[in-house]
């Protein structure tokens, strides 16, 4: 088995994002490497945020096993990736670099409910993949347009989906949220740990005081 031939228990993110790194640290988990993987998160005609969030999870999984898979030192390490999809209905709701686009966003979640879609996926040291898609229900009070204009120019929407950051000011807008919290901020942890542990990753050692 390949826990026996590397009993040190590594594990890779195969993420860019440091909400990503500092939730796994508040769970006590440090990855030993990093590996951001730059793939193509255009959904497909059609697709279901579900469907987008497993598939883009898997994807970015299957680019960081790729790299390490003929790799003395890392092929037997775990690898996770996230991704998370925020959607109204079946309207996905992209990351975006544009203000337009983001007030667009707010305008539609104002005064509605919608789903956070994060999946996640797990590659164990024998190279089986284990996906998992968390889902949360999140609602926004009535914006008015002068909040959501403040809200664009705080900058805090940028490169995040649904153009909005619930760890930031946006945590004010939300008047209802059902299921994970941490799922929002990109990775959910119930789920993440469940999965590692069930897969023989010592989690047990991991939590930090205090
Ligand atoms: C809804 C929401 C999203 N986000 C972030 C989490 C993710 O970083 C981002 C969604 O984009 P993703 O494509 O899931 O992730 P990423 O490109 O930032 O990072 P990587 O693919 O390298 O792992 O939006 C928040 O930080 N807070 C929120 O409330």
Redesign the pocket.
Known sequence: MALEQNPVQKLIL????P??LDLLNQAGIEPARLM??DID?TPKRAEHPRSLARR?STE?AEAAFAVVRNDPVWRHSYIL????V?AVGRRILE?TEYTEEASAALHLLSGRGHW?HTGICLVTPGGQFRQKVVQTKVRFKRLSAREIDHYIESGQWR????A????GI?GAFVQKLIGSYTN???LPLYEVTGLLAGEGFDVSHAWPEG
């Open positions: 195969a993420s860019g994002s909400r990503r951001p993987m998160e883009l970015k990736s996230a991704d998370t925020v990351k956070v490169g995040k989906a649904g909005y950051a619930i760890q946006a929002v901020v990109g």
